[in-house]
């Protein structure tokens, strides 16, 4: 958070995303562009170089961090259950978010982040737009070694 300037945040919310802020101890591996697996690249992930160049986004790191408020857990049963997620192993957790059209509060945001319709991997697009909600997307949630990571997001509704 200390590294993160104001061009960072402008970058992430304005401009194309270059990828161009360092990851080495700054990623949260939320973005699927972090999903830096052995065969996938020429360095191994631990020692590759160019981890302390490039390859994240500082601003929207930031921003997600702002965002971890509305995404509490709770117990359920002798589980804990985190808003906006779907299964509670490491292979079968999806995070599920809706896109909307409107300006919200944040308890709105929360209030539509936990409606039971948009928490399922079977949206029906019909009862999207009473909600303000023109999207609804899906990432898996994925664990290479032990990191977890996230798959690029599908639109579901």
Not at 92 to 109: C, E, G, H, K, Q
Request: aromatic share 10%; proline share 7%; net charge positive.
């Amino acid at each position: 958070m200390q590294l993160t300037k104001s061009e960072h945040v402008y970058r992430s919310l304005f401009e194309d995303w270059d990828y161009a802020d360092g990851l080495a101890n700054q990623s949260l591996h939320w973005e699927p562009a972090e999903d830096r697996r052995h065969a996938y690249q020429w360095h191994m992930p631990s020692a590759d170089p160019t981890r302390k160049r490039r390859g994240g986004m500082l601003g929207a790191n930031r921003l997600a961090l702002e965002a971890w408020p509305l995404f509490p857990s709770f117990p359920e049963g002798d589980r804990l259950t985190t808003r906006g997620f779907l299964g509670n192993r490491a292979n079968d957790t999806a995070w599920i978010w809706p896109l909307w059209s409107s300006r919200l509060t944040p308890d709105a945001i929360a209030s539509i982040l936990s409606l039971t319709e948009i928490q399922s991997k079977k949206v029906h697009r019909v009862d999207m737009p009473s909600y303000g909600v023109s999207n609804v997307y899906c990432s898996q949630r994925i664990l290479v070694g032990k990191t977890p990571n996230l798959t690029p997001s599908v639109a579901i509704a």
